[in-house]
């Protein structure tokens, strides 16, 4: 029994030595074609931090314009507000002076 357990210890060992070996050879030819892939690799990353900048800038810009307009959507909306209350205490002022021509007397209501 411990013959086969040792022939099966083996056997594992043999076939993970073989995984290890294979896994090297492959490591090797990537650590073979990395120089060859830098260059472009690094270009590319300088047109995409470029790209990347650029955006950022562009980012920002737009959150200054979207600033100056919730700044002047501020001043609309007081605006309106303004003229709003305006006009409720023109149509007040003018119902409470118009005399009613179906009461007698001219009474205001």
């Known amino acids: ?4 357990f040792g022939i099966a210890v083996l056997v ?4 993970l030595a073989n995984l290890i ?7 090797d030819e990537v650590d073979r074609q990395i120089p060859a ?3 472009p690799l690094a ?19 737009l959150g200054l314009a979207i600033g100056q307009l919730e700044y002047v959507a501020q001043a609309a909306t007081r605006t309106t507000n303004t003229i709003g209350t305006t ?17 007698p007397g001219g009474e205001t209501i």
Do not use: E, W
């Open 21 to 27: 070996a294979r896994l090297g050879k492959t490591l």
């Open 12 to 15: 594992l060992c043999i076939s």
């Open 1 to 4: 029994m411990a013959l086969l």
């Open 37 to 39: 892939l830098s260059t």
């Open 43 to 61: 270009t590319t990353l300088t047109h995409v931090g470029g790209i990347a900048d650029t955006a950022d800038s562009t980012i920002a810009r």
């Open 87 to 103: 006009l409720a205490n023109l149509a007040a002022n003018f119902k409470k002076s118009k005399p009613d021509a179906g009461v």
